[in-house]
């Protein structure tokens, strides 16, 4: 199955640019469905990034975040080929990771 | 009520208590290795959700769970936000700050049901900057603070959100 | 009102420029002339917008607001329709359940097409969209028909629209009294009243454009389909033209159509003629 994270990470030579957008619904708890039910809170808690086996960038989120979310740093370092690992979790213990090059 | 009953406790850690004096400077260790005696302000490892700072309804209340400190305002802290949101539910706001040695970085919006909308660690060797697109139920302040050097710092901007369109 | 005497001066202004074009009335099909219709829209909106390149119409109301821009630009560093564009590259490559693909039913194997539809199919005597001809191929490959509004059709329609970037539009209108009748009937509902707020699609995209209806900001109609299909911040999600027009409808509160009915199909056929040279930006964001 495909991740549901999509990163883009670019290497200046001095810094590495990182986008990641992410497929998740971000539900935040607090929007009612066509039936006025409240759909339940749904969203990714902590967003990891890491290069050389530490962390570069650590995302704590709550609902409101928007949906399909995205986020954007940089960090000193980080060559071309190397690997940034790219994980999340969510409120419900749902979890993603991917790795992707720096290019 | 953002409920988090369901999947953090069962596999996470403990959340951190507030956030202490020292900033922790992490240097070519392993992550984990905290000096000892020293209450860890922050830890560079993919844990503690601040949990309760994502409970509070004021800005005051999440900023304290976060960091147990007040911020002062900062021209340093340069926050872009649109003056009028296109949508509320995807506001782009990003931050940039010339403050030395940041450790975190956090966005609130005073309007919103929670007021915390997200909590960037930010190790060091990492730009203090980041960019990220939020959920504003209505105009409000965003509110963006920097811990940095150990103290705390902090820039407001206003941004509009209206519900608009065609009877939509 | 500011607005209304816009409003006034923006119509007495068309009206001169229709006239001045003898542009037909829609009531005499043999004066029908798209090519002098083409001129004229385009007249009107570069007039209206000295400032604008004639690509920058196909940004809706990005183009006319400073600030929807920057969002905009900020969002399309990683756009919300990503995932709908993987989702119809993936579905396009893959075979239906007899062995054959979408490419099979179009030229170049649907790949760069997307600026030639919507067509005039001269067997059938009607106006021919894209996603009227996806699906099509579809039913003729033995695949359940898709909803025309979202999901898969307008993921398909995504990919499709990203292998024509930058193509200009390119419509064409073949010297046959049928196709000459749909391009006409297309732009008679353009200009048409309807529903309870009695507005036209001109009422808005014509004599407003870059004004607001409530806070929204109008996109011109010139370009106007260049973007499509495409992600709504309004919407959450992606749609295709079917769901503008429909949605458009309902929201001035006239009846929607069944889409793909005649009325929009010919719609579709003279927005997107008389935007021909305008390129193809879809998939596209609005707020």
């Known amino acids: 199955m495909a991740s549901t994270i999509r990163v883009r990470a670019t290497s200046s030579g001095e810094t590495t640019e990182v986008q990641a957008l992410i497929q998740h619904p971000m539900e935040s708890g607090f929007v009612k469905d066509a039936k006025g039910e409240i759909i339940p809170p749904h969203f990714i808690q902590q967003l990891t990034f890491e290069y050389g086996g530490k962390p570069v960038f650590v995302a704590d989120w709550g609902g409101g975040i928007s949906k399909d979310p995205y986020v954007k740093f940089a960090f000193k370092g980080g060559k071309k080929g190397d690997d940034l690992k790219v994980s999340w979790i969510d409120n419900k213990g749902a979890s993603d990771t991917t790795t992707a090059k720096i290019q | ?168 | 009102m500011k607005l209304r005497t816009k409003v006034q001066l923006s119509l007495a202004a068309f009206g001169l420029v229709l006239l001045a074009f003898a542009a037909p009335s829609v009531f005499a099909a043999d004066k029908v002339d798209p090519v002098a219709d083409a001129k004229a829209f385009k007249k009107f909106f570069y007039e209206k917008f000295p400032k604008l390149k004639p690509e920058d119409f196909v940004n809706g109301p990005y183009s006319m607001n400073e600030d929807l821009y920057k969002q905009w630009q900020e969002k399309e560093q990683f756009p919300p329709y990503e995932f709908a564009l993987e989702a119809g590259k993936e579905m396009f490559s893959k075979p239906f359940k007899n062995g054959k693909t979408y490419g099979d039913c179009f030229a170049n194997k649907g790949i760069g097409v997307r600026q030639d539809y919507p067509t005039f199919d001269e067997k059938e005597g009607k106006v021919i969209t894209l996603e009227l001809a996806l699906n099509r191929c579809r039913e003729a490959n033995g695949e359940p028909p898709f909803s025309y509004l979202r999901d898969e059709m307008a993921s398909l329609t995504a990919y499709m629209a990203f292998t024509s970037r930058g193509k200009p539009f390119d419509i064409k209108i073949p010297n046959d009294p049928r196709a000459l009748e749909a391009y006409e009937k297309g732009k008679e509902y353009f200009y048409t009243r309807r529903g309870q707020l009695n507005f036209s699609c001109a009422t808005c995209h014509v004599q407003s454009p870059g004004e607001r209806v409530r806070t929204e900001v109008l996109a011109p109609a010139l370009g106007i389909l260049n973007a499509m299909p495409i992600y709504r911040s309004e919407w959450s999600g992606m749609g295709t033209t079917s769901r503008r027009f429909t949605t458009c409808n309902s929201q001035i509160r006239g009846v929607p159509l069944t889409p793909q009915d005649d009325e929009y199909r010919n719609v579709e056929y003279y927005l997107s003629y008389v935007s021909n040279g305008l390129p193809i930006s879809g998939p596209g964001a609005r707020p």
């Open chain 2, 1 to 168: 009520m953002t409920k988090t009953d369901d999947g953090l406790s069962a596999t996470r850690r403990l959340i951190l208590q507030g956030a202490g004096a020292v900033a922790l400077v992490v240097l070519g260790s392993a992550f984990g290795n905290l000096p000892f005696g020293l209450a860890p302000a922050f830890a560079a490892a993919n844990d503690k959700y601040p949990e309760e700072a994502f409970k509070a309804k004021s800005e005051a209340d999440a900023i304290k769970a976060l960091y147990g400190k007040t911020p002062e305002a900062s021209d340093k802290v340069k926050v872009d936000a649109p003056e009028i949101a296109e949508n509320g539910a995807v506001v782009p706001v990003s931050v940039t700050t010339t403050l030395p040695d940041v450790t975190s970085i956090s966005f609130l919006v005073t309007e919103n049901p929670v007021v915390l909308v997200a909590s960037y660690k930010i190790p060091a060797g990492t730009m203090p900057s980041v960019g990220n697109r939020i959920k504003m139920a209505k105009t409000s302040n965003v509110i963006v603070v920097v811990e940095a050097g150990g103290k705390l710092y902090s820039a407001t901007k206003e941004v509009k959100v209206t519900v608009g369109g065609c009877g939509g």
